[in-house]
């Protein structure tokens, strides 16, 4: 597992629970490590000793973390993810049509992460599903971190939309997507140009 992905789940503890509740949960876990670098790659069983550890001292399902930890990528510090992926389109269902390229432009900065696979299908002008298919599925449940990721970046856009998890088999997980408005509240500002 890449270590950008250790790194966010990290940073999602120590940024929503604090320093204190991570180095608990690496001691829990036995990890041998009290924190993750960004470049490096780990066995993907690490991966899921951690997310079960903070589940377990959550005392939430994985599902849940999972979902909480895809709103943090997107709505938490610098912003960094939120803008890549702004840069999808100028409102949400551009974004949905971009979700297909997402993964390649993913690698273009990091080649060596192995992100899920991702194909959105239309089913009607408001109706979409979206298939994702991921290496670690055993381990990191993608589908569940793309409905916190879909959700924040509705909210962001200012759409409202139903996202229903409907589970998945093997590497593959599926997420129907209902958009419900387009323009149900104002987005947060965000400039595709470079401003003067």
């Known amino acids: 597992m890449h270590g950008l992905i250790n790194r966010a789940i990290e940073e999602f503890a120590r940024g929503t ?12 876990c036995d ?5 993750f670098e960004a470049m490096m790659s780990y066995e993907p069983q690490l991966t899921g000793r951690v997310l079960e550890g903070l589940a377990a001292a959550l005392d939430t ?15 938490s510090g610098t912003g960094a993810i939120r803008r890549l992926l702004r840069f999808s389109g100028l409102d949400f269902v551009d974004f949905l049509h971009a ?11 990091v080649p060596e992460l192995d992100m899920p696979h991702l194909r959105l299908d239309l089913h009607t002008p408001c109706d979409f599903a979206l298939t994702v298919c991921s ?3 055993s381990e990191l449940r993608f589908g569940h971190v793309m409905i916190g990721l879909l959700r924040a970046m509705a909210d962001d856009y200012g759409a ?30 965000f400039d595709l ?3 003067a």
């Open 17 to 28: 629970y604090g320093d204190e509740f991570w180095q608990e949960v690496v001691q829990r």
């Open 31 to 35: 990890l041998g490590v009290d924190h």
């Open 61 to 75: 399902p994985r599902a849940e973390l999972l979902e909480d930890i895809g709103t943090f990528l997107v709505s």
């Open 99 to 109: 979700l297909d390229d997402l993964p390649a432009r993913a690698r273009l900065a």
């Open 135 to 137: 290496p670690f599925a």
């Open 160 to 189: 409202l939309v139903y996202l229903d998890y409907k589970g998945g088999r093997g590497a593959t997980e599926m997420i129907a997507i209902r958009l419900l408005e387009t323009a149900f509240a104002e987005g947060r500002a």
């Open 193 to 195: 140009g470079a401003s």
